[in-house]
């Protein structure tokens, strides 16, 4: 299994703020997955990347693919309280027998303050 | 709209008394994963199914099992539940497909073991 090291930990900021959380590994996946998951909720996915180098935009979120496919970082602008959850990355990698599965960093648990 | 739904979303059982916790899906996904989650953690893999074939993690522990019987249902059941089970269980569903097949997650269902 490969492991997905995910910083920082916590975070905590003012709204308004810019944030960048990372998501680093030795390992190359074929594509990688941001989730956001609220207290007591299952992870809801907010973006999938798959190609090296790529870059996709979720209004005020910014999710980039390191150009190995080993890394990953997601950017916020102007965070705002609605912003607070845990942030998880996942990467994928095949399990056998046609399927797939995804291995979570530890998460980055964002606090956004008013 | 297509779903995954747990039931219970609170599950309260005895030290040693067997529980069984479902999910069902509505998106017709081939595979099927049961997650563990404790707090402030990453959700760790128990097992998954695709289709029919039964997949289980190495360290999951014997004490867990699963059943699915249709494309829709899954089980977890936990046959002596220890207080260290005490966690989420997250259900979620995928097509199975290489290169970015993203998980849906089903809203969890938090087990206290008292």
């Known amino acids: 299994t490969q492991l997905l090291e995910q910083s920082p930990q916590f975070l905590s900021i003012q709204e308004g703020e810019n944030l960048t959380v990372y998501c680093n590994s030795s390992s190359v996946f074929s594509s990688l997955q941001w989730y956001r998951q609220e207290p007591g909720e299952g992870p809801v996915l907010l973006v999938t990347v798959v190609t090296g180098g790529e870059v996709k935009k979720l209004k005020r979120l910014t999710f980039q693919f390191g150009d190995a496919r080993k890394d990953s970082s997601l950017h916020i602008t102007a965070a705002q309280p609605g912003d607070t959850g845990l942030y998880l990355c996942?990467?994928?990698?095949?399990?056998?027998?046609?399927?797939?599965?995804?291995?979570f960093g530890k998460g980055t648990k964002l606090s956004v303050i008013p | 709209d297509a779903m995954v739904i747990q039931n219970p979303r609170y599950q309260v059982t005895q030290f040693g008394k067997p529980v069984t916790l479902s999910c069902s899906q509505t998106?017709?996904?081939?595979?099927m994963y049961w997650y563990q989650q404790k707090s402030s953690q990453a959700p760790k893999l128990l097992f998954h199914y695709y289709d029919k074939d039964f997949n289980n993690e190495a360290d999951t522990p014997d004490n867990f099992q699963s059943r699915r019987p249709n494309t829709s249902f899954c089980f977890l059941d936990i046959r002596s539940p220890g207080l260290g089970d005490a966690a989420m269980y997250l259900c979620?569903?995928?097509?199975?497909?290489?290169?970015?097949?993203?998980?849906?997650f089903g809203p969890g269902t938090r087990l206290t073991v008292l």
């Open positions: 979620a569903t995928s097509t199975g497909l290489a290169g970015g097949s993203e998980q849906f």
């Open positions: 996942a990467g994928d990698e095949e399990s056998g027998a046609g399927s797939y599965q995804l291995t």
């Open positions: 998106l017709n996904h081939n595979v």
